[in-house]
């Protein structure tokens, strides 16, 4: 195999600097060893000894609901490449058949939901998730490989180098124990409590609460299975030998427990059976049940109703994906995509001119509304002029329609700024210029005081005036007067000639 070759290669690479390798403290099985032991070979707890392994406590139902609920929902999403463009968004990249070839089959024996659910069960159940890499001759990654996280040591140098020991796999493309560097490795971890380079699983936190649900349910299946009969005390008048007090036990059991419970016991020399109840304390295995699926679900951040654990909250389907997305599985989510991003190398702009690629997970997957609220929030993107109704269509799977790439807005509306300083658009008339105002009229002089000489004066003249005025008129009268007598006393010339 090609990762065969490639890893014999670094095995024996610069030989000097990997003698000084030396393994980061609980990086093997993370701090794991120490509050579990290895599945077959239970490890005592030193401070609680408490005798548990990991494969029992992921048997606990509230544990495993935990672990495929979360990996089931983050691994039906659909991953893809996006391009950034320079207007700041993300979209489909064009020509990055390589890397989503990759992301479609990342290796030979598994899909791409196979792929990411494997990650994040790894993830969840140790902390850490390995993945090494397979490059072809133009140094592109083409094939992706889930390590068992117990096989991978991370080691430093000292120079501060990161390295991992693989042993051996077979499945993965190496068939003997090799020591790769980082660039070779995506590492993603979480909860990286004690060691920057080792991540640690909920269920460290979880598995006290997941041992406690396990262990009520043995006791209550053993209890059941004894016909709920707790057990009795069977008593003599008198005080009997060690021997006989063990036969008759024996005797009792065989004939009157477990599958014989509820035959008829015939008792004599004096023998008598007093059964035993179960307190109110002992029969109350829902609410302890209860208890533990809220503890776990607690601490993979699931909400209990996500386990059928009490009633979900009075709201949407939307809003409830909405949280659960928020408080659980983004964190995951981001993870991935910035890991992938760099262990495919799209962390850097790439090809001329440059373009910048990244890995997103797609969300609609997850975020669905019911048919109605879809409807209802596309047509509200349209009308807003958010969304071309061709958008819209292509979120409902319907094929585009002509004329529907284009985004529409009523012709009425105007851009803000012209509103602001009312402003009509430039393909109206400009409005007029308002006329300046008037300035003030002057404010009027003070009336003079007035002069009594003056106004004697002349009221004097004006009476001479008038008194002239009349003089000349009476003479005037007196003259229009005289002549009229002198015509009517007078004959006329004609008269006299006659």
């Known amino acids: 195999m090609a990762a065969l070759s490639v890893f014999g290669a670094l095995s024996v690479y610069n030989r000097p600097r990997l003698q000084s390798l030396s393994p ?32 029992e406590i992921v048997a606990s139902p509230a544990l495993w609901t935990c672990l495929t609920l979360i990996a089931g929902d983050i691994a039906k999403l659909k991953p893809r490449v996006l391009q950034l463009m320079e207007w700041g968004g993300w979209v489909p990249a064009e020509n990055a058949s390589a890397f989503s070839s990759t992301l479609r089959k990342p290796n030979r024996y598994q899909n791409c939901i196979q792929f990411i659910e494997n990650w994040i069960l790894s ?9 090494l890499k397979e490059r072809d001759r133009r140094d592109v990654v083409t094939r992706l490989y889930v390590l068992n996280p117990e096989w991978v040591t991370p080691l430093v140098d000292e120079e501060g180098g990161v390295w991992y020991q693989l042993s051996r796999d077979p499945l993965s493309g190496f068939a003997e124990d090799v020591i790769v560097p980082a660039s070779e490795i995506i590492h993603d971890r979480f909860n990286c409590l004690f060691h920057p380079l080792v991540g640690l699983s909920p269920i460290f936190a979880a598995g006290l609460p997941a041992l406690q649900a396990l262990r009520t ?23 009997i030998s060690q021997e006989a007090a063990t ?56 909400p209990a109703y996500k386990l059928n654990i009490g009633t979900a909250p009075a709201v949407s389907s939307a809003q409830l994906d909405t949280e659960y997305y928020k408080q659980c599985l983004q ?7 910035i890991c992938m991003d760099e262990g495919l190398g799209l962390d850097t702009p790439v090809g001329t001119p440059a373009r910048q690629l990244g890995v997103e997970l797609d969300l609609s997957g997850l975020l669905r509304m019911d048919e109605k609220s879809q409807i209802e929030t596309l047509k509200a993107g349209v009308d807003a002029s958010i969304f071309a109704i061709n958008d819209a269509r292509g979120r409902m799977n319907l094929k585009p329609l002509v004329g529907g790439d284009t985004v529409y807005m009523q012709q009425q509306d105007f851009p803000l700024d012209q509103v602001k300083d009312n402003v009509l658009p430039s393909t109206a008339a400009p409005a007029p210029a308002p006329a300046p105002a008037l300035p003030a009229p002057p404010a009027p002089a003070p009336a003079p005081e007035p002069d009594l000489d003056a106004e004697e004066a002349r009221a004097a003249l004006a009476r001479e005036k008038a008194k002239q005025a009349a ?22 010339r004609k008269a006299a000639n006659v």
Not at 33 to 55: A, K, L, M, V
Not at 124 to 129: E, K, P, R, V
Not at 331 to 337: C, M, N, S, T
């Open 217 to 239: 349910s043995k006791h209550w299946t053993k209890f059941f299975g004894n016909n709920a009969q707790p057990g009795g005390i069977l008593s003599a008048p008198g005080s």
């Open 471 to 492: 003089d000349e008129g009476i003479a005037a009268a007196a003259d229009a007067a005289r002549v009229l007598v002198l015509h009517s006393i007078t004959p006329s």
């Open 247 to 302: 036969r008759v036990k024996t005797t009792w059991e065989t004939n009157y427990s477990g599958i014989n419970a509820g035959r008829v016991a015939v008792l004599g020399d004096g023998l008598t059976y007093t059964p035993l109840s179960p307190t109110a304390l002992d029969t109350q295995v829902v609410e302890q049940l209860k208890w533990t699926g809220e503890t776990i679900a607690a601490t993979f951040h699931v």
């Open 123 to 131: 993830k969840l159940q140790h902390g850490n998730t390995y993945v």
């Open 24 to 55: 980061v403290p609980g990086g093997e099985r993370g701090w794991w060893t120490i509050f579990s032991g290895n599945p077959g070979q239970p490890e005592t707890n030193f401070q609680r000894d408490i005798h548990w392994c990991h494969d």
């Open 331 to 337: 964190r995951l989510i981001e993870d991935f995509e």
